[in-house]
């Protein structure tokens, strides 16, 4: 049986670090491919997609999972290929600010995370979800202390088929507790 392709989109860092444990836990069945951001230039969500799009080209179908700040860019990412996306996850993600109350802080990042913090602030991706024919999982972490559970609710109240799997942590959950993290996706993959 051929392995099925997981395409991994990172939190606000853009880098491959904090997927570490996780891709050490996936099993045979998944072939990871880990998409990073570039650390000059544009990175709006418009110019991200563009960046995951050239990765994925060469790709016949996969399945994407977006972490934190990259949830909205997998479901733009999901309809903009919906012949290829086979399904979505939404790592403690959201699809609307998970705190606006957080907008201040904006002037204390540098670059180019101020510019993906702005992003964050401004997102407003419910269309996406909305538009999203794929089939949706979010994985959430139980105590996630950035994004908070009205964000789950939120998802829900615009798409209530998104099945919602609770793993045991805080917001770095999928890289604290990668062995539950990968039983949920190879579960819901396959």
Same mark, same amino acid.
């Given at each position: 049986?051929?392995?099925?392709?997981?395409?991994?989109?990172?939190?606000?860092?853009?880098?491959?670090?904090?997927?570490?444990? $996780?891709?050490? #836990?996936? =099993?045979?069945? @998944? %072939?990871?491919?880990?998409?990073?951001?570039?650390?000059?230039? /544009?990175? +709006?969500?418009?110019?991200?997609?563009?960046?995951?799009?050239?990765?994925?080209?060469?790709?016949?179908?996969?399945?994407?999972?977006?972490?934190?700040?990259?949830?909205?860019?997998?479901?733009? $990412?999901?309809? #903009?290929? =919906?012949?290829? @996306? %086979?399904?979505?996850?939404?790592?403690?993600?959201?699809?609307? /600010?998970? +705190?606006?109350?957080?907008?201040?802080?904006?002037?204390?990042?540098?670059?180019?995370?101020?510019?993906?913090?702005?992003?964050?602030?401004?997102?407003?991706?419910?269309?996406?979800?909305?538009?999203?024919?794929?089939?949706?999982?979010?994985?959430?972490?139980?105590?996630?202390?950035?994004?908070?559970?009205?964000?789950?609710?939120?998802?829900?109240?615009?798409?209530?088929?998104?099945?919602?799997?609770?793993?045991?942590?805080?917001?770095?959950?999928?890289?604290?507790?990668?062995?539950?993290?990968?039983?949920?996706?190879?579960?819901?993959?396959?």
């Amino acid at each position: 049986m051929t392995p099925a392709t997981l395409v991994l989109l990172p939190g606000l860092d853009g880098t491959e670090i904090f997927l570490q444990p $996780l891709l050490g #836990a996936l =099993p045979d069945g @998944v %072939r990871p491919l880990v998409v990073t951001y570039p650390l000059a230039g /544009p990175n +709006r969500y418009a110019d991200l997609l563009a960046v995951v799009r050239e990765a994925v080209a060469g790709i016949g179908e996969f399945h994407v999972l977006g972490w934190s700040f990259s949830g909205p860019l997998a479901l733009m $990412l999901a309809n #903009a290929e =919906p012949q290829r @996306v %086979r399904s979505v996850i939404l790592s403690a993600s959201f699809v609307r /600010p998970p +705190r606006p109350e957080l907008a201040m802080l904006r002037f204390a990042l540098r670059e180019p995370v101020i510019w993906l913090w702005r992003e964050v602030m401004k997102v407003d991706a419910r269309e996406a979800l909305r538009a999203c024919r794929q089939p949706v999982l979010y994985l959430a972490a139980s105590r996630d202390g950035i994004v908070p559970r009205r964000c789950i609710d939120e998802i829900l109240s615009v798409r209530p088929a998104v099945k919602v799997v609770t793993i045991e942590g805080e917001h770095f959950a999928m890289y604290a507790n990668p062995q539950a993290a990968a039983r949920a996706i190879t579960a819901f993959i396959s």
